[in-house]
């Protein structure tokens, strides 16, 4: 249950960025968690949905799977109001949406449901009280993925520096741009952020480069570094930030933050 702030005059709308790429194992989740813990620090109140039935984020995040009765699959099929689904973490100004298996069977229950692409939209349109809400989406164009790009009005995303990366964007780019036709003309790109960066292997500069010559100011400037302590963090159910607070990669996900708040500030102005 949402606990309702004190001494705060409750934010008018919250911001709501998706974190999506149909390619798998990029970095969404891990970004997901450590942006939103980052923006967390900074007072701002952020609320993280984990729409992947793989459930990740809420793994990641020490969230038991016996605490999860109320899901984002509830709020998708209209069981659950926002506030009934949202759970607290053991971080301050953090909340979430859990997710459980059932949302793996959402899409085929959603398609004869009127307004299918809109379920989460709806949901999140309830009162919350937020500044921020990221959606965690699974590695694919589906179903649930296109209810968080209908939901949002950015889009972030995740690129690890490999070959063949900036391919799938380009695909993600696409869907983007028609989900932007069709549903929800407001969404925007919010950025590109480079995950896993490898400084010895000379492959991640060039895709470094390549993805900056592409899509200029929309890749961040913080690149997230290939970080052992990142990878080890989620089987500890905590964010990086609070496994290992002054290692390469919380800095690189702090940093991240302060760059998105920037923008943000940049968008409001
Ligand atoms: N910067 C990093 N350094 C080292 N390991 C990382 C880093 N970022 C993510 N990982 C690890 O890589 C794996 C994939 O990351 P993550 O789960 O965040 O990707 P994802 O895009 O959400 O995957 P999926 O598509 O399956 O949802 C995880 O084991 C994670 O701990
Ligand atoms: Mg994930």
């Known amino acids: 249950m949402v606990q309702t702030n004190v001494d705060r005059a409750p934010s008018a709308t919250p911001r709501i960025i998706a974190i999506a790429n149909q390619k798998g194992g990029v970095g969404k989740t891990t970004t997901a968690i450590n942006l939103a813990t980052a923006i ?25 799977r016996h605490t999860r009765d109320v899901s984002s699959y509830h709020l998708l099929i209209g069981e659950a109001s926002l ?10 100004n953090l ?13 085929i229950e959603l398609v004869d449901e009127p307004r299918r692409e809109h379920r989460l939209a709806d949901a999140l349109a309830a009162e ?9 989406c699974p590695p694919s164009l589906n179903l649930l993925t296109l209810n968080a790009l209908v939901a949002a009005q950015a889009v972030m995303v995740p690129l690890q520096c490999e070959f063949f990366a ?3 964007v380009s695909h993600l780019v696409k869907t983007i741009e028609r989900v932007k036709q069709v549903f929800n003309p407001g969404l925007e790109l ?14 991640s500069d060039m895709v470094a480069a390549d993805v900056r010559d592409y899509f200029g100011d929309k890749v961040y400037k913080t690149v997230i570094p290939r970080n052992v302590r990142i990878s080890e963090a989620p089987s500890h159910g905590k ?27 940049e968008w409001v102005a």
Not at 95 to 107: I, K, R
């Open 40 to 64: 967390a620090a900074t007072e701002k109140r952020v609320l993280i949905i984990d729409l992947d039935p793989q459930g990740n984020a809420s793994t990641g995040l020490g969230i038991d």
């Open 83 to 92: 506030t009934e689904g949202v759970i607290t973490t053991s971080i301050p």
């Open 95 to 107: 909340w979430m949406v859990p997710s459980s298996v059932d949302l793996s069977g959402a899409e």
């Open 128 to 136: 919350g009280d937020f500044d921020f809400i990221l959606i965690d």
């Open 166 to 168: 900036l391919e799938g």
């Open 190 to 203: 919010h950025g590109i952020v480079l995950t896993m960066f490898d400084k010895r292997n000379n492959l």
């Open 239 to 265: 964010p990086v930030l609070l496994y290992d607070m002054r290692c390469a990669g919380s800095e690189a996900y702090i940093h991240l933050a302060s760059e998105v708040l920037k923008r943000e500030r």
